[in-house]
């Protein structure tokens, strides 16, 4: 559908939203409706609504800092308070499915990977596989998510699994592991055990594809097992304006945005490639403005970041908004060029489209 409020310029807009990415930057008050939006779509699946605010103990466990009662369930769905502490609701397990991707697999680091670039594929006949290990837990909620599953396993609370159990799965061929979901922000003390046991007796490369949405507590021993392993951080900013942001995710991006200048700080003497930007470019959200705004700030952090222009397919609450077109992409690409960025990749490229639209 279209903005009601920008009709003359057939500005693109979610049904779901109503309004632009545009609208929301000018108007924050929107925000506000945006919130409510979210929390009645996540009533309707049996998830907590929002980030909890009002209670007396604190969750130090991801970026949004949940503060809980007792008895009440954190907004991730992985952590809860009992007996006056915050614990894990499901104790040593995470509610998580894994699969076996053969390599080289679709990865948004895929062209700076050096597993893929610099190494065989292969061990001796076998060929050599990805981890992809699938949290059903996230602490943000993207109304355009590609893996919304998360949500039925994040209500049901199942299945589950215990770092030893999941580890157990790895085999002489499997050459790294990828912790995504879901979101693994939510999941470190699970992920970062799993990767411990994965390179006891031999190296497995660890990555993670995360919304960033990381508690302090654990940024930096992430960061030590992603640096020693030689993987990567895959990071999806999403959006700069919090107003989008906020609208499109119903989370802040304060602490996101934080973590990633951390992590390019941490980067800059790096040997190979350590951190990895992506960019969905949503319809009508992602904008030329709102990229250009991503890509300056990702230039201000270090301009030799690679980062993945990828295309939008619509889905989940976004399904009435069409894929991200060739023009979109390309213009994406001329911006984040123009701001000095030196390693600017468009990724899913068989999802763009001939549809025409305004992306200013």
């Known amino acids: 559908m279209f903005c009601a409020a920008h009709a003359d310029r057939d500005a693109l807009a979610a049904s779901v939203l109503k309004r632009c990415g545009a609208c929301y930057r000018q108007d924050p008050a929107l925000v506000e409706v945006a919130l409510h939006i979210h929390a009645r779509l996540r009533s309707l699946r049996g998830l907590v609504t929002g980030p909890k605010r009002e209670g007396q103990h604190v969750c130090p466990e991801c970026g949004n800092h949940c503060r809980l009662d007792e008895g009440e369930v954190g907004f991730c769905g992985s952590y809860m308070v009992r007996d006056g502490k915050v614990v894990e609701r499901y104790q040593d397990e995470a509610v998580v499915s894994w699969y076996f991707d053969p390599l080289p697999t679709n990865c948004v680091a895929d062209w700076v990977c050096p597993v893929t670039t610099k190494n065989s ?15 059903g837990s996230c602490n943000s909620d993207c109304l355009f998510c590609q893996n919304d599953s998360y949500k039925d396993m994040m209500a049901a609370g199942r299945p589950r699994m215990s770092p030893e159990e999941l580890a157990a799965v790895s085999d002489s061929a499997t050459a790294c592991v ?66 989008v942001y906020t609208a499109l995710t119903g989370v802040r991006n304060d602490v996101v945005l934080r973590n990633f200048r951390r992590l390019a700080q941490r980067g800059r003497e790096r040997d ?30 270090d301009t030799t970041i690679p980062t993945a222009l990828l295309g939008f397919a619509p889905h989940h609450h976004m399904r009435d908004l069409p894929r991200t077109s060739r023009s979109h992409a390309k213009r994406a690409r001329e911006v984040a060029m123009e701001v000095g960025l030196a390693n600017v990749r468009i990724g899913n490229v068989g999802l763009l489209s001939d549809t025409e639209y305004n992306i200013e």
């Open 121 to 135: 594929l292969s061990l001796g006949r076998y060929r050599l596989k990805n981890l992809a290990v699938f949290y």
């Open 178 to 243: 990828c912790f995504f979901g879901g979101d693994p922000a939510c999941n470190a003390r699970h992920s970062l055990e799993v990767a411990r046991r994965l390179n006891e007796d031999r190296l497995v490369r660890v990555c993670y594809e995360t919304n960033g949405n990381i508690s302090s507590k654990w940024l930096n021993r992430i960061a030590d097992v992603v640096e020693s392993t030689g993987g990567t951080v895959k990071f999806d900013l999403k959006a700069y304006s919090p107003e």
């Open 272 to 301: 190979g490639e350590f951190l990895v930007a992506s960019i969905l470019l949503v319809p009508g959200y992602v904008d030329l403005h709102e990229i250009r705004l991503l890509c300056e700030f990702i230039a201000s952090c």
